[in-house]
């Protein structure tokens, strides 16, 4: 089958701002080449993160490892012992990215994610986020 990651980057937190929600916090991290950033709504209940940590993002179709599509009626439905691309991450999250745009800079586009209301924006060079141009992707975090 295919590759079921979309896109890969390392990237640092460069701020944090968690003045609006008590469990939600808005994380603002730069990639380590400096040409893609995102701005991500995250549980920190559940994934506690501090300014100058480094993150690895995800974005895939599937989280199956052979890159073919879901066939289950939810992707929650895994069988027991099944492995998954979320096997090796530690936050993961299904969504809906609901709309593109020209990015900040020339080249440059920007990505728009729903994750069930925490959302993501994500704004990097045409040629590495062109791939997302699908409806429904899983975003996969670890450190």
Request: with cysteine.
């Amino acid at each position: 089958m295919s590759d079921p990651l979309l896109f890969e980057d390392t990237f640092t937190i460069t701020a944090i701002n968690s003045q609006k929600y008590d469990r939600v916090s808005r994380l603002t991290c730069t990639s380590s080449d400096s040409f893609t950033t995102f701005t991500l709504d995250v549980n920190t209940e559940l994934y506690p993160c501090a300014v100058g940590e480094s993150l690895s993002m995800a974005l895939a179709s599937t989280l199956s490892l052979d890159g073919k599509e879901d066939s289950k009626a939810s992707w929650r439905e895994v069988g027991m012992g099944e492995q998954t691309l979320a096997n090796d991450y530690d936050y993961v999250c299904h969504g809906k990215a609901y709309r593109f745009e020209e990015g900040s800079s020339q080249g440059n586009m920007a990505v728009f994610i729903s994750f069930g209301g925490l959302l993501l924006y994500l704004e990097g060079p045409y040629k590495k986020l062109a791939p997302l141009r699908i409806d429904y992707v899983y975003l996969l975090l670890k450190k």
